[in-house]
């Protein structure tokens, strides 16, 4: 791989890693939102956490870290690998929790779990 076209590709990871940390932000916010306080399923609630994140995600990954123009088309790609994403957050959570696990730990899971799925998910499907 030339050095350019690998300093691009750091270049997307970082930014990918801020856009994250961001999403992050949006994720708990979400969880917090739909279980504490509408008092969801903690199931239902990570898993449309998750989907909510997720077109935050898709509006600054298109145009902050791979600067794409919208498209339609890219936009529907997307949400179909988030709504992939959600059920396997979704997933997750079912599986800590059958486990007797606590709940924040399958948000630790899904934290530093799904994001490396999602950028190869997105980088080389959804948003190509």
């Known amino acids: 791989m030339p050095n350019i076209e690998r300093l691009k590709v750091i270049s997307e990871i970082l930014k990918f890693v801020i856009v994250g940390i961001t999403n992050v932000v949006v994720y708990f ?3 917090y939102f739909f279980f504490r306080i509408l008092g969801w399923n903690p199931v239902i609630a990570n898993g449309v956490a998750y989907f909510v994140a997720s077109i935050y995600s898709y509006m600054m990954n298109s145009f902050i870290t791979f600067k794409l123009s919208f498209s339609f088309f ?9 709504i992939f994403l959600s059920f396997l957050a979704s997933l997750i959570t079912k599986l800590t929790l ?16 799904l994001p490396f799925f999602s950028f190869f998910i997105h980088k080389y499907w959804s948003l190509k």
Do not use: Q, R
Request: hydrophobic share 65%; glycine share 8%.
């Open 98 to 113: 059958f486990f007797g696990y606590e709940y924040a730990v399958s948000m630790l899971f899904i934290i530093f779990g």
């Open 29 to 31: 916010a979400m969880v």
């Open 74 to 82: 890219k936009l529907f790609k997307f949400t179909v690998a988030s």
